[in-house]
T-cell receptor, first 113, second 113 residues
Framework: GAGVSQSPSNKVTEKGKDVELRCDPI?????LYWYRQSLGQGLEFLIY????????KSGLPSDRFSAERTGGSVSTLTIQRTQQEDSAVYLCASSEPGEQPQHFGDGTRLSIL | GESVGLHLPTLSVQEGDNSIINCAYS??????FIWYKQESGKGPQFIID?????DKRQGQRVTVLLNKTVKHLSLQIAATQPGDSAVYFC????????????FGSGTRLQVQP
């Protein structure tokens, strides 16, 4: 079956621009996570959505980062006024409610010039 | 602080040999662990998981061992193949409602022909 789908797979933009990253989770998965992975590093939790509950935004590094999840399915991560330190791979994962394991997409590789 | 980490950054093995990748954890309350494999340019791929009420679990060519006494787990790969070359992460869902994953920095497995 279809896995977690992320788009774009690569994004290059200039410092100061806004970017939107999209995640389409596995059908039926109500839990959705965004993570960031810097070169050669582990994962950094960003934000968590569970059904219609208020998202857990405790991992967002600054107020330039925001995320939405519409209709309990597709999610968009927005980074405003991008900085060079935002360059990383942004990974999305989904799982069944309260269950593990999480299943990951292949990520969006974001490069800020 | 609590952490999940891996002992070696790189492990090189000959094709056909068995591989053992180790991981230490510090949170004695951790009750569930997951191993992921990440190939270059891809997202983490679920391999196998284990709950704390078990000390061993086997999959196809992989075995995970859990030693709760010393807070250590290992991933054993039998008859390692070139396709096993990747970075391997052990992950520990954070002991909070969101169950976000914490990853160590990973171990890079290199399979020599």
């Amino acid at each position: 079956g279809a896995g977690v789908s992320q788009s774009p797979s690569n994004k290059v933009t200039e410092k100061g621009k806004d970017v939107e990253l999209r995640c389409d989770p596995i059908s039926g998965h109500t839990a959705l996570y965004w993570y960031r992975q810097s070169l050669g590093q582990g994962l950094e939790f960003l934000i968590y959505f569970q059904g219609n509950s208020a998202p857990d935004k405790s991992g967002l590094p600054s107020d330039r980062f925001s995320a939405e999840r519409t209709g309990g399915s597709v999610s968009t991560l927005t980074i405003q006024r991008t900085q060079q330190e935002d360059s990383a791979v942004y990974l999305c994962a989904s799982s069944e409610p309260g269950e593990q394991p999480q299943h990951f997409g292949d990520g969006t590789r974001l490069s800020i010039l | 602080g609590e952490s999940v980490g891996l002992h070696l950054p790189t492990l090189s093995v000959q094709e056909g040999d068995n591989s053992i990748i180790n991981c230490a954890y510090s949170n004695s309350a951790s009750d569930y662990f997951i191993w992921y494999k990440q190939e270059s340019g891809k997202g983490p791929q679920f391999i196998i998981d284990i709950r704390s009420n078990m000390d061993k679990r086997q999959g196809q060519r992989v075995t995970v061992l859990l030693n709760k006494t010393v807070k250590h787990l290992s991933l054993q790969i039998a008859a390692t193949q070139p396709g096993d070359s990747a970075v391997y992460f052990c992950a520990d869902p954070m002991d909070t409602g969101r169950r976000a994953l914490t990853f160590g920095s990973g171990t890079r497995l290199q399979v020599q022909p």
